[in-house]
């Protein structure tokens, strides 16, 4: 059957449930309701350097596959870092932004970016990635934290970046969190018991809530929180509200508050997403200072919900190392480029090879710091 690739600068335009037929809907992030609603309510905008154009993939009437895109004239959100490429390319004498984006704003998290049945279908997607970079004068085409099973769709031209993230996982089996500090070594164990010992005794108590679950003043007191935190490191905010609300109305059962409460009046909270098997923690921030909150509300409380719940990883966001102290171990995360000037991407494919054997050398030597007395 004849294919027909098609653009469409707002995913309103495509049916939710042609969508999200495409995955497995383990992955909160990439469903029709999450992206969607990133457009609707607000948080993306020309302005800031978004400006969507999710590519489809047309068999007839019936949508085969999809990537979530988008028109980039900066580097803001992305978290997979291509600033010295930017500067470089312009000494070049060549302008890098626009660029083209395939990825989900905001969010460093590992999931399926290729949404297809098929692996033909795959690479018909990535096949028209290249083309729409050359056809419209972008520099180069990005797709960031996508799955390893993504890699075979990938053709030779595109070159291939690694990160290093920390993520706690449960493949031991562990039931209760005295199961997961059994697993450490007695330094790691007895940290950990006095960071959570120095919290409950400051009183401070946590109340866990859904979206479905959360109240109108649960969501406003939650994004007050996430609101303080960007003040606090002087970045501008691109979540608003009306998307936490949206969140809550459409994925109630996706989104998870953790409210740290203290003499009745919340101090701190965390909010996160459930996938199929994984807790994603995406924001934070507190009214107060106390000994351990922060890894009490963006660590303790959500290792504890994912054993509970029967969940097996905890994905609690980018970077910071001291996460290795308390159970979330270095994992690669992926992502790659197709640059459109042959030149330039034959300079930037020796680049990334030295950088990725850089950071598996990294990787390697966090993998000494364990917590845990062996491989869990």
Same mark, same amino acid.
Request: glycine share 10%; with cysteine.
């Given at each position: ?19 999200? @037929? ?6 909160? !992030? ?7 609603? +990133? ?23 019936? +949508? ?15 978290? *997979? ?21 395939? @990825? ?23 096949? @028209? ?13 990005? *797709?960031? !934290? ?15 970046? +690694? ?13 209760? !969190? ?46 007050? !929180? ?138 390697? +030597? ?11």
């Amino acid at each position: 059957m004849q294919q027909s690739v098609r653009l469409f600068e707002s995913l309103c335009s495509v049916p939710a449930q042609a969508w999200d @037929a495409l995955h497995d809907g383990r992955n909160p !992030f990439v469903t029709h309701a999450f992206l969607s609603g +990133l457009e609707e309510h607000g948080c993306l905008r020309d302005d800031w350097g978004w400006s969507p154009q999710h590519l489809t993939l047309w068999e007839g009437g019936e +949508l085969v596959a999809a990537a979530p895109g988008y028109v980039k004239t900066n580097s803001h959100g992305e978290f *997979v870092f291509d600033h010295a490429w930017a500067r470089a390319y312009e000494r070049y004498g060549r302008a890098y932004f626009p660029k083209f984006l395939c @990825a989900v704003p905001y969010s460093p998290v590992t999931g399926p970016r290729l949404l297809a049945r098929r692996m033909e279908h795959s690479r018909a997607l990535l096949n @028209a990635m290249s083309d729409l970079t050359r056809t419209a004068g972008l520099s180069s085409a990005h *797709v960031n !934290f996508h799955t390893e099973g993504e890699e075979p769709a990938f053709p030779a031209g595109w070159l291939r970046r +690694l990160d290093v993230q920390y993520h706690w996982r449960n493949d031991a089996g562990w039931t209760t !969190f005295e199961e997961f500090l059994g697993a450490m070594d007695h330094k790691h164990r007895k940290n950990i018991r006095q960071e959570r010992t120095k919290v409950a005794r400051a009183g401070v108590t946590f109340r866990i809530v859904h979206g479905d679950e959360a109240s109108e003043d649960d969501l406003a007191t939650m994004f007050g !929180f996430y609101l303080q935190t960007f003040a606090e490191y002087g970045n501008s905010p691109a979540l608003t509200l009306e998307f936490i609300r949206h969140l809550a109305r459409e994925m109630p059962r996706s989104l998870v508050v953790f409210l740290a409460e203290q003499d009745g009046a919340a101090i701190a909270g965390a909010l996160c997403l459930r996938g199929g098997e994984t807790l994603y923690g995406r924001y934070w921030g507190a009214a107060t200072q106390l000994p351990g909150l922060h890894f009490e509300a963006c660590y303790y409380q959500g290792i504890d919900y994912c054993l509970r719940e029967g969940l097996r990883g905890f994905e609690p966001g980018a970077q910071g190392q001291h996460k290795i102290a308390r159970g979330f171990l270095p994992t690669f995360v992926r992502s790659r480029h197709f640059i459109a000037d042959p030149v330039f991407a034959e300079a930037l494919g020796r680049w990334c090879t030295e950088e990725a054997e850089s950071v598996r050398g990294y990787a390697a +030597l966090l993998e000494t710091h364990s917590p845990f007395r062996s491989p869990p």
